[in-house]
């Protein structure tokens, strides 16, 4: 419901900001409407992409690597509760079984959706002008 909202404001914050309520002609409109369903779409979809992606472990090893770079600034007994190997530490990570967020994407690519249907519209709107 949350990603939902955040579309849905985002969508409403660029079509007023842009002057789209305020749109002379059709045509103006359905361009302003496909931009402002298109934006959020996009954000919402790369923010859940990228926790879906992030949820397999593709930034595993590089979350590894950093972590071993700052823990030699550590103390000892620090240093020592974190997991030796990197197979250590996938075991680890992965046994606790995070819930990934698809809610993101799905909202994302139902924007995205729906400005493509708008810019079907407008594009059958120019073409009868």
Known sequence: MIPIMIGICLS???LYGRGG???ENQEVFLSLLCDALFVPG???AGTGLLAVVSGAGAFDAL???LQKLFSLMRREEKRA?????YFDYVQEKHGKH???????LLVGL?????AGIVLILYYRVLNQM
């Open 12 to 14: 409403f914050g660029m």
């Open 63 to 65: 979350h590894y690597g």
């Open 81 to 85: 509760a974190l997991p030796r190997t």
């Open 21 to 23: 309520f305020e749109a």
């Open 98 to 104: 995070a819930q990934i967020p698809w809610a993101l």
């Open 42 to 44: 996009v954000l919402l």
């Open 110 to 114: 139902l924007f995205l959706c729906g």
